[in-house]
């Protein structure tokens, strides 16, 4: 069975349990339904799960007290405020990382290690510019410190050389 196939079966079978149950919108149960007149894996699949839903219908429903549900949200908050206690910082700062990791991936779909590359440099960049800014004293050439340092800067303004700009040969008529 060529590749191709393979996946697009894959992406029908995960939609089996829902057809089945009616919980698909119309477009795609008709989709799914043309899937499995013509594809017998699929629809020996989807007779499996038809035969567990009548076997299902057999069984008496199973009864809970009032409480069940609210005794396990609480168990799932202790436990849930148990691991995290239980996490070190590390293991906190290296899921943070994977997480940010896999955003990346999922929302900008940079799979290219150059463009990976070139975007985390551009942000290390961005935040050593934004962090470590240099002042702008430094860059002045014309530095006024003292007093003296201002004479000598004067003594270098006046001393420049005006050269006129001669005329042009030709004029442009315009008629």
């Not at 899937?35 to 076997?55: F, P």
């Not at 940079?110 to 430094?138: D, R, W």
Request: charged content about 20%; glycine content about 2%; some cysteine.
């Amino acid at each position: 069975m060529p590749k191709s196939k393979i996946n697009n079966c894959h992406n029908y079978q995960t939609q089996l349990s829902a057809y089945f149950d009616n919980e698909l919108p119309a477009w795609k149960r008709h989709i799914i339904r043309w899937h499995l007149k013509r594809c017998s894996n699929c629809s020996d699949r989807y007779a499996a799960i038809q035969q567990t839903g009548k076997l299902l219908n057999y069984l008496e429903p199973v009864k809970t007290s009032d409480y069940f549900l609210s005794n396990v949200m609480s168990r799932v908050k202790t436990m849930q405020t148990y691991e995290n206690a239980r996490r070190s910082v590390l293991n906190r700062i290296g899921s943070a990382v994977e997480n940010m990791k896999s955003w990346i991936r999922s929302n900008i779909r940079a799979y290219n290690p150059f463009y990976m590359t070139g975007f985390v440099f551009g942000v290390v960049m961005m935040i050593g510019i934004t962090l470590y800014s240099p002042q702008i004293e430094k860059l002045n050439p014309f530095n006024q410190s003292n007093a003296e340092a201002s004479e000598t800067h004067e003594e270098k303004l006046i001393s420049f050389e005006v050269i006129p700009q001669d005329q042009p040969k030709r004029f442009l008529k315009i008629q």
